[in-house]
């Protein structure tokens, strides 16, 4: 069963602190990955997307990885900010085409002031 | 552009009513889908449409969940009867060339079955 599993469910920082994420699947037939951003009451916004040929992603202060030999992915926020509050969730393309997205449970990071 | 737009925001219904919610996608984007997040289950694919035309429906959970794309601009997903247990967040997202490209989210439709 194709499954994606996102540990710790909340975390707490002070502000400034660098923090990283973790998503783990259950096969390492991937197509993508991507790393979404959820606020309350919202929708979700792509962060970013790793291709199955890629290592990793950059965007500003976020970096993602991919290592499939493992079925693990990292998202990585270097000096966290109260407003990087949110839940992230982490979804998955298995196959050798771009299929259905399987979505982790998500991260609820709360970054103290 | 100014994304992609769900209505209702929230809705609240009766038991045995029938919910129709509407999402306009991105302009240019060949690829909606309906999705649905709950606390117990997370997010769900519901249906997918490509160039309009319905591919996957294997997500929806019974005949009381139908789906439409009428054209490129506009499509409904519509619960009749509606149960308490449909009451969800319900998103439409869209993209150019699916799964493959980044998806678009919008703010979702809070719907409550009383």
């Known amino acids: 069963k194709q499954e994606v599993t996102q540990i710790p469910a909340a975390l707490s920082v002070p502000e400034g602190e660098n923090l990283v994420l973790n998503c783990s699947f259950t096969?390492?037939?991937?197509?993508?990955l991507q790393w979404f951003r959820q606020d309350p009451g919202k929708g979700l916004t792509s962060l970013l997307l790793i291709q199955s040929s890629q290592r990793e992603q950059t965007s500003g202060r976020l970096n993602a990885s991919l290592d499939k030999s493992s079925g693990r992915s990292t998202l990585y926020i270097a000096a966290s900010q109260p407003g990087d509050s949110a839940t992230y969730l982490c979804?998955?393309?298995f196959g050798t085409g771009a299929n259905n997205l399987f979505f982790g449970t998500g991260t609820r990071l709360t970054v103290i002031p | 552009d100014a994304g992609v737009i769900q209505s209702p925001r929230h809705e609240v219904t009766e038991m045995g009513q029938e919910v129709t919610l509407r999402c306009k996608p991105i302009?240019?984007?060949?690829?909606l889908f309906w999705y649905r997040q709950t606390m117990m289950r997370g997010l769900e694919l519901l249906i997918y449409?490509?160039?309009?035309?319905?591919?996957?429906d294997s997500g929806m959970p019974e005949d009381r969940f139908s789906a439409k794309m009428p054209n490129a601009s506009f499509s409904t997903l519509k619960i009749q009867p509606s149960e308490p247990r449909d009451s969800a967040v319900y998103f439409c997202?869209?993209?150019?060339?699916?799964?493959?490209?980044?998806?678009?989210f919008g703010e979702g439709s809070w719907l409550t079955v009383v």
């Open positions: 096969d390492s037939a991937i197509y993508n």
């Open positions: 979804a998955v393309s």
């Open positions: 449409f490509n160039n309009n035309v319905p591919i996957d």
């Open positions: 302009s240019g984007h060949d690829y």
């Open positions: 997202a869209s993209s150019f060339g699916g799964y493959g490209n980044t998806i678009y």
